[in-house]
T-cell receptor, first 109, second 117 residues
């Protein structure tokens, strides 16, 4: 599976949108972009995933560029409870999920 | 509906001792995984089981063995614990990927914190 690059940390003001970038320039045509988050020592939690179209669910939106080499996870109205480590993972169906270092998002009041 | 249950939640071992971490899921998932997470690090895959009766090595399998006892249970065994195995261990399970009727998201347990002295 392709590797991903994320900034090590980001800050966001409470109530504002949090935009978390991810680069995956070597992504293959059958690989999906997954996002998980881990809130302080808990098990990671699935957020969203997509192939090439933008996706939205109750937690977040995923914007994937047309060339699929990068993506952005958007938390539309960040709260203090969204403070967590966010992992961007590229994976083909049937392959195992491999986590990188992720981005530490700090939401501040 | 308990989801993924891990036992024990905490364990302290001495170097050379053995132990088994237990994991059970009640979501009828086919695939199960064991990860470890060292302080300040991301998760690393130890072993996974794509379906009942199969197991495969992940990134860091040395020093561990696994057993997929049945569809519900996937255990991780440390035969001779070492201080380098001090970590938080997470078990996870997933349904089939979208191409097979699911979407492949992983559901994680709460973790087992192991200290090897």
């Amino acid at each position: 599976d392709a590797k991903t690059t994320q900034p090590p940390s980001m800050d966001c003001a409470e109530g504002r949108a949090a935009n978390l970038p991810c680069n995956h320039s070597t992504i293959s045509g059958n690989e999906y972009v997954y996002w998980y988050r881990q809130i302080h020592s808990q098990g990671p939690q699935y957020i969203i995933h997509g192939l090439k179209n933008n996706e939205t669910n109750e937690m977040a939106s995923l914007i994937i560029t047309e060339d699929r080499k990068s993506s952005t996870l958007i938390l539309p109205h960040a709260t203090l409870r969204d403070t967590a480590v966010y992992y961007c993972i590229v994976r083909a169906y049937g392959n195992k999920l491999v986590f990188g270092a992720g981005t530490i998002l700090r939401v501040k009041s | 509906n308990a989801g993924v249950t891990q036992t024990p939640k905490f364990q302290v071992l001495k170097t050379g001792q053995s132990m088994t971490l237990q994991c059970a899921q009640d979501m009828n998932h086919n695939s199960m995984y064991w990860y470890r997470q060292d302080p300040g690090m991301g998760l690393r895959l130890i072993y996974y089981s794509a379906s009942e009766g199969t197991t495969d090595k992940g990134e860091v399998p040395n020093g561990y063995n696994v057993s997929r006892l049945n569809k519900r249970e996937f255990s991780l065994r440390l035969e001779s614990a070492a201080p380098s195995q001090t970590s938080v261990y997470f078990c996870a399970s997933s349904a089939r990927d979208r191409g097979y009727g699911g979407r492949g998201e992983l559901f994680f347990g709460e973790g087992s914190r192991l200290t090897v002295l």
